[in-house]
C-alpha cells in the first residue's frame, strides 16, 4: 500500500519499485515512473530532475497506488497510459489492435532508409493500430497509403489515429485470406497505379506457444492478431505474396515481419513463388525478424 505508507519522494519510488521488481526490469520500472509522473502526475521531465524532496499529496499517492495494482493484475502499460510512441508518432492504443512493438519499427525504419525516391503506393496488410501504415505516410508525404485489416475495432483505432496525426492513410476491412476477396480488393486499388511497396506483420505465432505466453499479451491483446495454426505458420504470408505478386510494380518490394524461427521457411517460399534478391535482417535483440523481397 504505497500510498498509506509514506508520501515522501524516495520512499514512494523505493516502494514502486519493490512493488513491479518480479514483473519488470529495473529499466521498464524507471520508464514506467518517469511516464507516470509526466501523464499523471503533469510533472514535466525538467522538473523530476529536481524532486529529491517533493512530497506526493495523497491524491497524487493514490493514483500511483492504482497504477501498481492495475500493473501487477498484467495490464500492459501502454493500455493504462492509452497510448504509446510508435516511429516518433503518438498513437492511441487499447484492447482493439495489438500494442506496437519496437522490432515493427525497425521494419519500418529500413523501409524508410531504402526509399529515397519517394514510393508512390504503398500497402500495409494486416494493419492493425496503424502504426506501420501511418509512420510510412508521414516518411513518404506524397504517397498514397493503405491499410488492409480484418478486425473491424482495429480499423476503428487505427482511424482514430490517422485522423489525430493528420494523415491520409485508408484503412479497408479486407480478409487476406479469402482469396476472392483480397483479389477484388487489390483490383480496385491498383486501377491507377501498381503497388510499389507492400508491408506485412500478420499473425505468426503457433497456437503451441501460447502456454508459454506472458498473461500481459493473452489477456488483454486480441487473439486474432497473434495466433496461427500450428501446422501451417506461413498462412499468411504464402496468402499475401501469392496475392499482391501481379499487382506489384516492376520495381515493388515487398517487407515482412517473421517469427525468427520461420524466416528461413518464409524466404524460401518467396524464392520458389519467383521473388528476387530475398533479403534477410536481424533486429535488436539478435533474431532474425525481417526480409525484404523485389518482384
Ligand atoms: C501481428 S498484428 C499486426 C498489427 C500491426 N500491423 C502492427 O504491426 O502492430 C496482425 C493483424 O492482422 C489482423 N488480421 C488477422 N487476420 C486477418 C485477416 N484474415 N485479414 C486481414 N487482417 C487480419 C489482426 O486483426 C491484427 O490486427
Redesign the pocket.
Known amino acids: 500500500m504505497i500510498g498509506e505508507k509514506s508520501s515522501d519522494f524516495k520512499d514512494q519510488k523505493d516502494l514502486f519499485k519493490e512493488a513491479l521488481a518480479s514483473d519488470f526490469s529495473m529499466s521498464e520500472i524507471q520508464q514506467i515512473w518517469r511516464q507516470i509522473l509526466t501523464h499523471f502526475l503533469s510533472i514535466s521531465p525538467i522538473e523530476q530532475i529536481a524532486m529529491g524532496d517533493h512530497q506526493f499529496s495523497l491524491q497524487e499517492s493514490k493514483i500511483i497506488e492504482r497504477i501498481v495494482e492495475r500493473l501487477q493484475n498484467k495490464e500492459p502499460f501502454q493500455h493504462i497510459l492509452g497510448e504509446v510512441e510508435?516511429y516518433g508518432l503518438e498513437l492511441k492504443s487499447d484492447g482493439r489492435?495489438?500494442?506496437?512493438?519496437p522490432e515493427?519499427e525497425e521494419?519500418v525504419n529500413w523501409i524508410i532508409e531504402d526509399n529515397k525516391a519517394l514510393p508512390l503506393n504503398i500497402l500495409?496488410?494486416?494493419?492493425?493500430?496503424?502504426?506501420?501504415?501511418l509512420s510510412l505516410s508521414q516518411a513518404f508525404q506524397d504517397a498514397q497509403v493503405v491499410?488492409?485489416?480484418?478486425?473491424t475495432?482495429?480499423i476503428e483505432l487505427s482511424e482514430e489515429n490517422a485522423l489525430a496525426l493528420k494523415l491520409p492513410v485508408e484503412f479497408k476491412y479486407?480478409?487476406?485470406?479469402?482469396n476472392e476477396q483480397?483479389t477484388s480488393a487489390l483490383k480496385k486499388q491498383t486501377k491507377l497505379g501498381l503497388l510499389d511497396i507492400v508491408?506485412?506483420?500478420?499473425?505468426?505465432?503457433p497456437y503451441c506457444e501460447k502456454d508459454s505466453m506472458d498473461d500481459v499479451v493473452l489477456k488483454h491483446e486480441?487473439e486474432?492478431?497473434?495466433f496461427v495454426p500450428n501446422e501451417e505458420p506461413l498462412l499468411?504470408y504464402r496468402?499475401i505474396a501469392e496475392g499482391i505478386l501481379p499487382f506489384l510494380s516492376t520495381c515493388g518490394v515487398l517487407y515482412f515481419?517473421c517469427h525468427y524461427l520461420q524466416l528461413e521457411n518464409t524466404r524460401n517460399m518467396l524464392l520458389e513463388l519467383g521473388f528476387n534478391n530475398v533479403e534477410k535482417r536481424k533486429d535488436l535483440q539478435g533474431k532474425w525478424r525481417m526480409l525484404k523481397a523485389q518482384k
Open positions: 510508435f489492435a495489438l500494442i506496437p512493438r515493427t521494419l500495409d496488410i494486416c494493419s492493425g493500430s496503424g502504426c506501420i501504415a491499410g488492409y485489416e480484418l478486425s475495432e482495429a479486407v480478409d487476406v485470406l479469402d483480397f508491408v506485412s506483420n500478420p499473425p505468426y505465432i486480441p486474432m492478431a497473434l499468411f496468402k515481419e
